[in-house]
């Protein structure tokens, strides 16, 4: 009996983690189809970035930041300024606590950009992120429009 109990309670388990998807504690949406809805495809400002020697947003004035789709992970990643346009790639591991930013070939600023990000806040119209496994005082803030 014992052994039976114990069996259901696995299973009943397995079946309700496999049903539930990926989810956001902050959010209702599945991962996946949360980051589809409110990030990809969408167009993004810098409102915040800091770095070491301080408050550097403005460098980032008038720029306007797509994640393209590929698939929900990875995908291009394009940059534009009036007739200036800058082409790099993004990649998000499978939890989307990890945000990859590639931009070679373009201006001097966006280094600052590329490099591993780690989300502090997925809280729509504003993504927080700071710098992927670092302690630098790094902060970037990208608003949706």
Not at 36 to 51: G, H, P
Not at 72 to 98: C, I, M, N, Q, R
Not at 106 to 119: A, G, H, M, V, Y
Request: hydrophobic share 35%.
């Amino acid at each position: 009996m014992l052994k039976s109990l114990s069996f259901l309670s696995l299973a009943f388990m397995i079946l309700f983690c496999v049903s539930c998807g990926k989810k956001d504690p902050q959010q209702s949406l599945p991962l996946e189809q949360f980051f589809e809805t409110n990030v990809l495809n969408r167009n993004f400002v810098v409102s915040l970035a800091q770095d070491s020697s301080g408050d550097i947003t403005s460098d980032y004035s008038g720029y306007i930041f797509v994640l393209l789709k590929t698939d929900f992970y990875h995908g291009p990643l394009k940059v534009t300024k009036g007739s200036a346009e800058y082409d790099g790639t993004w990649t998000a591991d499978s939890d989307y606590g990890k945000l990859t930013i590639t931009l070679p070939d373009t201006p001097q600023i966006f280094q600052f950009l590329t490099r591993d990000w780690r989300f502090v806040k997925k809280d729509i119209p504003t993504l927080q992120l700071a710098p992927w496994g670092t302690t630098q005082p790094y902060l970037l803030n990208m608003t949706r429009q």
